[in-house]
Nanobody
Framework: QVQLVESGGGSVQAGGSLRLSCAAS????????VAWFRQAPGKEREGVAR????????YYSDSVQGRFTMSQDNAKTTLYLQMNSLKPEDTAMYYC??????????????????????WGQGTQVTVSS
């Protein structure tokens, strides 16, 4: 059973940094897409970053490109989201997610929350101005 547990959220002032962690277990990392999503109050859940392990590629949304970095530890058991230059509009609940890679291009072509099968419980990030 895939399990994902996020941590590292908190409150920070604009311009600050946070690093989120997601402890992942129960899956074979090389055949799963993994991602970070976020959801602000009253808004739809949106993709922030995702990793395609087969291609060794990482994709970012336009809103976080250049400020956020997604990575994995060497054992592939922990996902990270390093968030720098935080803005008030980054305030949201952040979730890590995973799904089987059903085809070679699945991770690249399926970025939406409906494409992901397994979810963590979320961790809150609040950025004040």
């Amino acid at each position: 059973q895939v399990q994902l547990v996020e941590s590292g959220g908190g409150s920070v002032q604009a311009g600050g940094s946070l690093r989120l962690s997601c402890a992942a277990s129960g899956y074979t990392w090389s055949i799963y897409c993994v991602a970070w999503f976020r959801q602000a109050p009253g808004k739809e859940r949106e993709g922030v970053a995702r990793i395609d392990p087969s291609a060794g590629s990482t994709y970012y949304s336009d809103s976080v490109q250049g400020r956020f970095t997604m990575s994995q530890d060497n054992a592939k058991t922990t996902l990270y989201l390093q968030m720098n230059s935080l803005k008030p509009e980054d305030t949201a609940m952040y979730y890590c997610a995973a799904t089987p890679r059903y085809s070679r291009s699945w991770c690249a072509e399926h970025p939406g929350p409906d494409d992901y099968r397994y979810w963590g419980q979320g961790t809150q990030v609040t950025v004040s101005s």
